[in-house]
């Protein structure tokens, strides 16, 4: 199963709309996790159109988009348990991995935005990956997300920069 993990996307604040090779990932893509920050309905409504099938949460800029703070889902064998990491960067991971924690056991995948920098690390004995901003809005200095291929629980992540 291929999985693109996309977040931080802030349309229209602070970019027009999505570059094309992230819009060719995401239609090319199996299923699709945005960790939130959207930043409006018709983001949401654009992703949704690219790939139905979408786990989604809202970030600290969607009040208005209605997507719960904490998502779950399984795919190929392996939990993902996605959340926007709202809060300030010092603890970050903890706040990440606690969430994970609270949803799943430790074996699951956590994802989370909001710093707008690329992650791949294991905190706490958990998985979290932070795939950037999908359009590099600031304060990222370019577009990143992950693309994850899913086979029988195993998984294999690859950062993308556009």
């Known amino acids: 199963m291929n999985v693109a993990i996309i977040s931080d996307t802030h349309i229209p604040s602070r970019a027009a709309g999505l570059p094309d090779a992230v819009r060719d990932r995401i239609r090319g893509a199996d299923h699709v996790i945005h960790a939130g920050d959207f930043?409006?309905?018709?983001?949401?409504?654009?992703?949704?159109?690219?790939?139905?099938?979408l786990t989604a949460v809202a970030g600290n800029m969607d009040p208005a988009v209605g997507l719960p703070g904490v998502a779950r889902t399984t795919l190929g064998g392996v939990t993902f348990v996605v959340t926007h990491g709202t809060g300030a960067t010092e603890g970050y991971e903890d706040r990440v991995a606690i969430v994970v924690r609270q949803r799943a056991d430790a074996s699951a995948i956590g994802v989370a935005g909001h710093t707008h920098e690329v992650l791949d690390t294991v905190h706490g004995g958990v998985r979290l990956l932070n795939p950037g901003s999908a359009t590099g809005a600031a304060p990222a200095s370019r577009p990143t997300m992950m693309t994850v291929t899913v086979t029988d629980g195993d998984l294999d992540v690859t950062v993308h920069e556009d």
Not at 39 to 53: F, N, Q, T, V
């Open 39 to 53: 930043d409006s309905k018709g983001a949401l409504a654009d992703i949704r159109e690219l790939s139905p099938a």
